[in-house]
């Protein structure tokens, strides 16, 4: 799979992205930028040489090998001879005819070749979840800044006005202390705020490899909605069927079974066809017809069956460590699949309560909204006083903060699901980053400069 288009075209379009982005740009950015898919890829190309190493060890094996040997002799009591020399050179051709303990291997190299393609289909489909979550993380980050900027403000301005109506004699002193305590909390949730604020523009960086501002964010009239598909148990019928990791986990257990094979072979014979072909010379020495005693050819053809009688134990063993490894990966799988089936169905349930718990958190808000300002308005009637007013920002303050997660871990939780059954795709990405209209940044106040 290779990314380079996406590249290419990402690099034309980076003046504008680096700028600006919605959802999607951010993920087609993570798509070439994130070093954690990368190692997934690269771990896929690295476990399918597995298979064809394997499988090179069932075809021909073909070497070459050549000498020149020169030497000499010196009897007892005697004198050396004169130097021989000896050159030879040939070929050696095997193939396998029968050996199930590599048959078996290349088995299960196959099996985590498939496996590996399995994993870079979840490592795909956890970059979308990952992306997204660090996206929704920074939108609810502006808005909590927003809120916290608005609540400051508005503590500012009641400590202000607690302040003037002591300097007139109408208020006690303990009103304009717990104005200023209520105005002070507010400055420190602000810095609080635009610190988390920063840090989830820094994660997100983490991902694209480059700088994000000018999200786009959802629309005050936002209403959540379900997919077309309610019913929790066909979700995880899908999930168990189609999620990439736990197809990869299964595919990780028949290798396991394989190498059990693999490992009793060594309890079976072999049979191998051998053929060799080569070339000697000699020369030199005290050779009766001269410079050269021997030139000629030499070939051979045979069939060589191997039986083994004793290792040691060390057969024995390595069967019961196969044994052993596959245990572990079926109890991993049987532990993977639970936690899916349990993740699955919590995701669903969470994705249906997220529509009833979104609109609650947007009435709060409402509520609040009228609590304040009625408050307010018994303030300046002298039915209220500074303290409920500020007691009730806050609690606005509280309210506009949750709702905005809430809003965003509905989305989240909605690319959960489809993560979870195997179907997330960037389809479903598009779907969300349509509903991502407004200019999520338009609400903050400017960034104080200090002199």
């Not at 069932?58 to 000498?67: E, K, M, N, T």
């Not at 509905?410 to 959960?416: E, K, P, T």
């Amino acid at each position: 799979m290779s990314r380079r288009p996406l590249v290419l075209a990402l690099a034309l379009a980076l003046p504008f992205t680096a700028n600006a982005a919605d959802l999607l740009q951010t993920y087609e950015l993570a798509r070439t930028g994130d070093p954690q898919l990368s190692v997934a890829e690269s771990n896929r190309l690295y476990n399918k040489e597995g298979a064809v190493q394997a499988r090179g060890a069932l075809l021909p094996q073909i070497s070459g090998d050549a000498s020149l040997t020169r030497s000499k002799s010196k009897p007892d009591g005697g004198s050396w001879t004169d130097s021989s020399t000896s050159r030879s050179y040939g070929l050696v051709a095997s193939q396998t005819l029968f050996d199930w303990s590599r048959i078996a291997n290349l088995k299960g190299q196959k099996a985590i070749s498939q496996a590996a393609d399995y994993d870079l289909a979840s490592a795909n489909n956890e970059l979308i979840t990952r992306t997204s979550a660090a996206y929704f993380n920074v939108l609810v980050s502006i808005e909590s800044l927003a809120a916290a900027e608005t609540n400051e403000a508005a503590s500012k301005k009641q400590f202000d006005y607690a302040q003037k109506r002591l300097d007139v004699g109408l208020a006690p002193i303990t009103d304009v202390h717990e104005a200023r305590a209520q105005y002070d909390s507010a400055r420190a949730d602000t810095i609080l705020a635009r610190n988390a604020l920063d840090d989830a523009y820094r994660a997100l960086t983490e991902i694209t490899g480059q700088p994000l501002v000018n999200l786009k964010g959802l629309p005050d009239d936002f209403r959540p909605e379900l997919p077309p598909e309610q019913n929790a148990e066909s979700w995880v019928a899908r999930a168990v069927e189609q999620n990439p990791a736990l197809k990869s986990s299964e595919y990780q257990v028949q290798s396991a079974e394989y190498g059990v094979s693999s490992a009793r072979a060594g309890h079976y014979p072999t049979l191998a066809l051998r053929g060799t072909y080569g070339r000697d010379a000699a020369w030199g020495g005290s050779s009766p017809v001269g410079n050269q005693s021997f030139d000629g050819d030499s070939q051979s053809i045979g069939v060589t069956l191997s039986v083994p009688i004793f290792s040691g134990g060390i057969t024995q063993s390595q069967v019961r460590q196969a044994l052993a490894q596959r245990d572990i990966a079926q109890d991993q799988y049987e532990q993977q699949k639970r936690a899916l089936v349990r993740n699955t169905s919590n995701a669903y349930q969470a994705l249906v309560a997220g529509v009833s718990e979104v609109e609650a958190r947007r009435l709060a808000v409402v509520s609040a909204q009228a609590a304040l300002d009625a408050s307010q308005v018994g303030l300046e009637v002298g039915t209220r006083t500074v303290l409920d007013v500020l007691q009730n920002q806050r609690t606005l303050f509280q309210a506009q903060v949750e709702y905005a997660s809430s809003k965003y871990q509905f989305l989240q939780n909605r690319l959960s699901l489809e993560q979870a059954a195997g179907t997330l795709d960037v389809n479903d990405l598009q779907d969300i980053n349509r509903l991502l209209t407004a200019d999520a940044e338009a609400r903050l106040a400017p960034i104080p400069v200090v002199q």
